[in-house]
């Protein structure tokens, strides 16, 4: 069964810098893709940045950025220059391409001060 | 599109009531997540379906939960009867294939 794993607590960043959110995963499917998803304090989730299994390069989505390290099964979410809107919980999500399920971490949240 | 669709936005009943949770996915998609969100366990899988088929409902708390998708359309997440800590807020997402999924608004339940 897959398993995705965020432990960090809740975070304070200062504004304008960058931060790291921890996303590691476990499944035997050679096939899947990793998501990092926004969901505000209004509750919606928001899409982020996606990145496939047998991507090569890193994939980067504006001042997002994932760290994929395949072998350590770990796909890191950067965020650079950290804005006031960036508060936020993040969510990890993985979905294996066998069977298509989508599954979710626990989320990291994030408090961006000024 | 306007997206997925859910109703109501926010649902009040009292414990031992039937309570219907409604989604219209993004037309042209073929895999639909039901999802519970609470602070105590985060956002779990309930049901999915692909191509209005249930792949996998493992997620599902219990049996007073179900779900049925009639056609690509129209989805339903039932609770019958209700409990008090059945109160989350309840999320439809629907994608195409393996592409990222489409989040509805949620649907807060509150149990009394």
């Known amino acids: 069964a897959q398993k995705i794993t965020q432990t960090q607590p809740g975070m304070f960043v200062q504004e304008k810098e960058a931060v790291t959110l921890d996303c590691t995963y476990d499944?035997?499917?050679?096939?899947?893709?990793l998501f990092w998803y926004k969901q505000p304090s209004s509750g919606e989730m928001i899409f982020l940045i996606y990145?496939?299994?047998?991507?090569?390069q890193n994939a980067t989505e504006g001042r997002y950025s994932l760290n994929f390290q395949k072998a350590r099964k770990s796909a890191n979410l950067v965020i650079s220059a950290s804005q006031l809107g960036d508060s936020a919980m993040y969510f990890c999500?993985?979905?294996?391409?066998?069977?298509?399920?989508?599954?979710f971490g626990k989320g990291n949240q994030v408090v961006v001060i000024p | 599109d306007a997206g997925v669709i859910q109703s109501p936005r926010h649902e009040v009943t009292e414990m031992g009531q039937e309570v219907t949770l409604r989604c219209k996915p993004i037309s042209g998609h073929n895999s639909l997540f039901w999802y519970r969100q609470t602070m105590m366990r985060g956002l779990e899988l309930l049901i999915y379906?692909?191509?209005?088929?249930?792949?996998?409902d493992s997620g599902m708390p219990e049996d007073r939960f179900s779900a049925k998708m009639p056609n690509a359309s129209f989805s339903t997440l039932k609770i019958q009867p209700s409990e008090p800590r059945d109160s989350a807020v309840y999320f439809c997402?629907?994608?195409?294939?393996?592409?990222?999924?489409?989040f509805g608004q949620g649907t807060r339940l509150t149990v009394v």
């Open positions: 999500a993985m979905r294996e391409n066998g069977n298509n399920r989508l599954a």
């Open positions: 990145q496939g299994s047998y991507d090569q």
């Open positions: 379906f692909n191509n209005n088929v249930p792949i996998d």
């Open positions: 499944t035997s499917d050679p096939s899947y893709g």
């Open positions: 997402a629907s994608s195409f294939g393996t592409a990222r999924a489409f």
